[in-house]
Nanobody
């Protein structure tokens, strides 16, 4: 039902910033837990950040804590990932994901709990 499209990826120098967007169509955007994942070459897909239905609760991977900010604009059906102080370790394909989870949210969701995924956007950080 819901379709997700990432944008905003590209090439940036170390220390720079990028802002990724995830545009959702179909479904009811505000009913989804939203998250960002990334996958670097030769590595497993990993969790980056998650935001609750109205943006009140967020979780971040330790590797991006204090550098990345996840937020959502339900009126615009869009989720964002503001990435600052980028390093080559952040180079990966970044994926937007949506979860239909409706229970209590006192933990971050596991990858398998996200039912809907975008196609990904490449982020490359040069040294």
């Amino acid at each position: 039902q819901v379709q997700l499209v990432e944008s905003g990826g590209g090439l940036v120098q170390a220390g720079g910033s990028l802002r990724l967007s995830c545009a959702a169509s179909g479904g009811t955007f505000s009913s989804y837990i939203m998250g960002w994942f990334r996958q670097a070459p030769g590595k497993e897909r990993e969790f980056v950040a998650m935001v609750s239905w109205s943006g009140g609760r967020t979780y971040y991977a330790d590797s991006v804590q204090d550098r990345f900010t996840i937020l959502r604009d339900n009126a615009a059906n869009t989720m964002y990932l503001q990435m600052n102080s980028l390093t080559p370790e952040d180079t990966a394909v970044y994926y937007c994901a949506a979860s239909e989870y409706t229970g209590s949210l006192y933990r971050r969701l596991q990858m398998h709990e996200y039912e809907h995924w975008g196609q990904g956007t490449q982020v490359t950080v040069s040294s």
